[in-house]
């Protein structure tokens, strides 16, 4: 299976988790930089019935939600959101001129907050938060991603979804 994206609407931290992010902080960061490594990370955590925490997998590279729930508590992010995995095939011009007018800070109408980005030759990959409110605003900014020209696993399965779910 592959990780497309995921949707955080209203979260509360299950009990298990308070202090997970110090933990991560204090005790797993440190170690993982004494390895020589640096850069973006997520952690898959896993709760049982009894409400204990198991952290089972780091990715060391941008995946799942732990980023963008970093990002919600620290008020950079708002709530619903849609995390995306984007490709835009085109250079670095285009690419600003297609993702200008939906992320850049400066504008008002800014919905898409990147959160990694990365290029090999003439493709872009990035991840980002989709901001939205409703269900019809997520469909007009996935409709705008995709007509723009980003190409996203997750948007078309969304897209799909809720135009089906339409009278």
Avoid at 7 to 31: C, N, R, S
Wanted: with cysteine; net charge neutral.
């Amino acid at each position: 299976g592959a990780f497309l994206g995921g949707i955080i609407e209203d979260f509360t931290v299950p009990p298990a988790l308070e202090g997970a992010v110090q933990h991560i902080l204090q005790d797993v960061i440190p170690k993982v930089r004494e390895r020589g490594w640096y850069g973006i990370g997520g952690f898959d955590v896993l709760i049982d019935e009894f409400g204990k925490a198991y952290f089972i997998d780091a990715n060391f590279r941008m995946t799942g939600m732990s980023a963008y729930h970093f990002l919600i508590d620290r008020g950079i992010i708002r709530r619903p959101m849609m995390s995306i995995m984007g490709t835009f095939v085109g250079t670095e011009s285009a690419l600003r001129t297609v993702l200008a007018p939906f992320a850049a800070k400066k504008t008002r109408s800014r919905f898409l907050k990147l959160i990694c980005l990365s290029r090999n030759n003439t493709t872009w990959r990035f991840n980002a938060a989709l901001e939205y409110s409703d269900e019809n605003e997520l469909l007009n900014r996935v409709e705008l991603l995709l007509s723009a020209g980003v190409q996203s696993e997750a948007l078309e399965s969304v897209r799909g979804a809720l135009h089906q779910k339409q009278p």
